[in-house]
């Protein structure tokens, strides 16, 4: 037989050969809707579509694992290249688009009626969703928790899973660094957070305060009404309290120990620097990043909202196909503890206005540009370096030390009797 020429190890002739049809494999893609119903003789229209759906699903989150092991991959690198974020957004904002298609996509699967359903549920035996090797992995990837999951008749998920290339995938994917793991190490080296020039925590911290006291406690000394008085100062403890509870490290690392939080201290300091400085450019795609993560957390989260309003559309309260109690374990998924970013979301409790935010320091402002340094305007409004510690300054020649916000001076002096 004569031997095909080759071209990188493809045989030429087959090369030629590639087209639509051989490229897209479209044999295998297209022959694979085997309907039970048809095998077993009794044709039920609507199965047809209950397999494109779930295909076209699986399909979907093969596309979101590529992007996603992508993204971790440019985060372990040791040093994070910046000149990837960009790429890094633009993949995770594709996942997004997906997912949001995913959303929708239960709509159609939604016009089969639960007696069409019915005509060959029995027929798909003890295949259940729950069965979907992808859709573990995207979890695990992402960081949902193990000690998080819901009991699924008192079994662990993995068991469903005992080919061995399957129990290995699901293995690596609960044991290399998922994105919640990687995005926290990042958000640990934000830079900001150990600037001499700037002590953002203590400054948050004063500022906080300062907050509160315009918003309640003043009200509340100034304040005729005995009882509204009141309701301002127990409203001022709870908010003090609940501050109380991220600006107290010890504190806060006891919320982690409990499961309450997930981010380290630092790493929720990185994100909160980020959100409150959002509009500084260095600070620009990092925060976009971080709204993508909650809008993926987001998005899943309304699946599995579709997915079980279908299921109980579908077989009200009957058990599933895989075994669990159906809808009832489903509904007990759609909770925060699959979100793997719920810190990001909680963030926002902890933002104060705008004018209370501390001003940064000129070299942090600088640092933080991305004007060649000589050419920035000075802003009337700038602060001068703020140096708590020793009254030195490491980077700013003209800075002033100041040991307080700007404007402080000019602030009533509150005395705190609570
Ligand atoms: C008529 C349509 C559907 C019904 C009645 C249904 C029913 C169920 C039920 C009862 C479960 C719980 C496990 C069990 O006991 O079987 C489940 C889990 C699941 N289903 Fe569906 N399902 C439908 C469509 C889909 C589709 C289109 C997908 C897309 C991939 C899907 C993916 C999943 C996944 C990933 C789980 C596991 C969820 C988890 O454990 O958090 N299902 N489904």
């Given at each position: 037989?004569?031997?095909?020429?080759?071209?990188?190890?493809?045989?030429?002739?087959?090369e030629n050969?590639?087209n639509?049809?051989?490229?897209?494999?479209?044999?295998?893609?297209?022959?694979?809707?085997?309907?039970?119903?048809?095998?077993?003789?009794?044709?039920?229209?609507?199965?047809?579509?209950?397999?494109?759906?779930?295909?076209a699903?699986?399909?979907?989150?093969?596309?979101?694992?590529?992007?996603v092991?992508?993204?971790?991959?440019?985060?372990?690198?040791p040093?994070?290249?910046?000149?990837?974020t960009?790429?890094?957004?633009?993949?995770?904002?594709?996942?997004?688009?997906?997912?949001?298609?995913?959303?929708?996509?239960?709509?159609?699967?939604?016009?089969?009626?639960?007696?069409?359903?019915?005509?060959?549920r029995?027929?798909?035996?003890?295949?259940?969703?729950?069965?979907?090797?992808?859709?573990?992995?995207?979890?695990?990837?992402?960081?949902?928790?193990?000690t998080?999951?819901?009991?699924?008749?008192?079994?662990?998920?993995?068991?469903?899973?005992?080919?061995?290339?399957?129990?290995?995938?699901?293995?690596?994917?609960?044991?290399?660094?998922?994105?919640?793991?990687?995005?926290?190490?990042w958000?640990e080296?934000?830079?900001g957070?150990?600037?001499?020039?700037?002590?953002?925590?203590?400054?948050?911290?004063?500022?906080?305060?300062?907050?509160?006291?315009?918003?309640?406690?003043?009200?509340?000394?100034?304040?005729?009404?005995?009882?509204i008085?009141?309701?301002?100062?127990?409203?001022?403890?709870?908010?003090?309290?609940?501050?109380?509870?991220?600006?107290?490290?010890?504190?806060?690392?006891?919320?982690?120990?409990?499961?309450?939080?997930?981010?380290?201290?630092?790493?929720?300091?990185?994100?909160?620097?980020?959100?409150?400085?959002?509009?500084?450019?260095?600070?620009?795609?990092?925060s976009?990043?971080?709204?993508?993560?909650?809008?993926?957390?987001?998005?899943?989260?309304?699946?599995?909202?579709?997915?079980?309003?279908?299921?109980?559309?579908?077989?009200?309260?009957?058990?599933?196909?895989?075994?669990?109690?159906?809808?009832q374990?489903?509904?007990?998924?759609?909770?925060?503890?699959?979100k793997?970013?719920?810190?990001?979301?909680?963030?926002?409790?902890?933002?104060?206005?705008?004018?209370?935010?501390?001003?940064?320091?000129?070299?942090?402002?600088?640092?933080?540009?991305?004007l060649i340094?000589?050419?920035?305007?000075?802003?009337?409004?700038?602060?001068?370096?703020?140096?708590?510690?020793?009254g030195?300054?490491?980077?700013?020649?003209?800075?002033?030390?100041?040991?307080?916000c700007?404007?402080?001076?000019?602030?009533?002096?509150?005395?705190?009797?609570i």
């Open positions: 037989m004569a031997e095909c020429p080759m071209n990188n190890g493809v045989c030429k002739e087959e050969d590639l639509y049809h051989s490229y897209l494999m479209l044999d295998n893609v297209l022959t694979s809707q085997v309907m039970q119903s048809a095998v077993k003789n009794k044709v039920v229209h609507d199965e047809h579509l209950f397999i494109i759906t779930h295909q699903y699986e399909l979907w989150f093969k596309q979101i694992l590529y992007e092991d992508s993204v971790r991959d440019m985060f372990m690198l040093v994070m290249d910046e000149t990837k960009i790429l890094i957004l633009n993949r995770l904002s594709r996942v997004t688009l997906i997912l949001k298609l995913m959303v929708d996509q239960i709509d159609i699967l939604e016009t089969m009626t639960p007696l069409d359903f019915l005509e060959f029995l027929q798909l035996s003890s295949a259940s969703g729950f069965q979907s090797l992808q859709f573990r992995l995207l979890e695990n990837k992402m960081g949902v928790l193990e998080y999951r819901v009991k699924y008749n008192q079994q662990h998920y993995t068991k469903v899973f005992s080919k061995s290339d399957q129990v290995k995938m699901l293995q690596d994917s609960i044991e290399q660094p998922s994105l919640f793991n990687l995005l926290e190490k958000l080296r934000t830079p957070l150990t600037v001499k020039s700037f002590h953002f925590w203590d400054l948050y911290k004063r500022s906080v305060e300062r907050w509160l006291q315009d918003l309640l406690y003043i009200p509340a000394q100034k304040e005729t009404d005995e009882k008085k009141q309701s301002l100062i127990e409203e001022y403890k709870k908010q003090k309290e609940s501050f109380d509870s991220i600006l107290d490290e010890d504190k806060y690392n006891a919320s982690v120990a409990r499961g309450d939080r997930r981010l380290s201290h630092q790493a929720f300091k990185g994100a909160l620097l980020i959100s409150l400085y959002h509009d500084q450019p260095r600070f620009n795609q990092p976009k990043l971080l709204s993508l993560l909650m809008d993926i957390d987001s998005l899943l989260t309304k699946w599995r909202y579709n997915h079980v309003m279908m299921v109980q559309r579908m077989i009200g309260s009957k058990v599933g196909t895989g075994g669990s109690s159906g809808y374990y489903l509904r007990s998924t759609v909770s925060d503890r699959y793997v970013f719920l810190d990001l979301f909680n963030m926002s409790t902890y933002l104060i206005p705008r004018d209370y935010i501390p001003p940064l320091s000129r070299s942090l402002k600088r640092q933080l540009s991305i340094h000589e050419y920035m305007p000075r802003d009337p409004e700038d602060s001068d370096d703020y140096d708590l510690d020793d030195t300054d490491d980077s700013s020649p003209e800075g002033k030390n100041v040991d307080s700007p404007n402080e001076e000019t602030r009533p002096k509150v005395k705190f009797e």
